[in-house]
């Protein structure tokens, strides 16, 4: 068992019984092929729920920050993060993204850029939307609904694919594309609410 599958396993373990976690849609989950999971953003856990409740591995940008303390730099990259700089341009992380997408591995995403302060669905950025045409990949939208409250129900909502296909063949803008993951993440927010 390689790191990435024991720290998913050890993550779950501790944080399933607080959180009680109610997944739901993993049957739309494409099994093979390039993902780009888009998801809700309404704390700082999001990045591992979805790591430990989607049925894939699961790669994720972080913050370089995060890479330049001495426990963190070794262990991130095993853990399937990779560094990227905020606020800029980030050319080498941009196309890390899309080789990890294009050679058929899933990777997630939060459209928003940073955690919702009201728990209302924020504006999405328009990589998400560079990312699904440029990646060759489909993508999954994902709903968290919390509260994160211990032993309270986690409820995490895979919804079926986005096929970005028709988009690429009518060079659809990344805005466009965007706005359409968006809405279905709100959609399944909607439709999942207790």
Known sequence: M???????????????????????GLEHFPETGGVLICSNHINALD??????????????????????APILKPLLPKLNAFPVKRGLSDREALRRAITILKGGEVMGLFPEGTRSENGELGKGFSGAGFFALRGEA?????????????????????????IMQPYRDRKASA?????????QIQMLLNENKS
Do not use: Q, W
């Open 138 to 162: 489909d993508v999954v939208p994902c709903a968290i609904i919390g509260p994160y409250k211990a032993f309270k129900r986690l409820k995490v909502v895979y919804g079926a694919p986005i």
């Open 175 to 183: 805005e466009e594309v965007t706005l359409v993951i968006m809405n």
């Open 47 to 68: 990045p591992p729920v979805v790591g430990i409740t989607a049925p894939r591995p699961v790669y994720f940008m972080a913050k370089e920050e995060l890479f330049n």
């Open 2 to 24: 390689n790191l990435y599958h024991f720290t998913r396993s050890l993550v779950r373990t501790i944080l399933n019984p607080i959180y009680r976690f109610d997944v739901k």
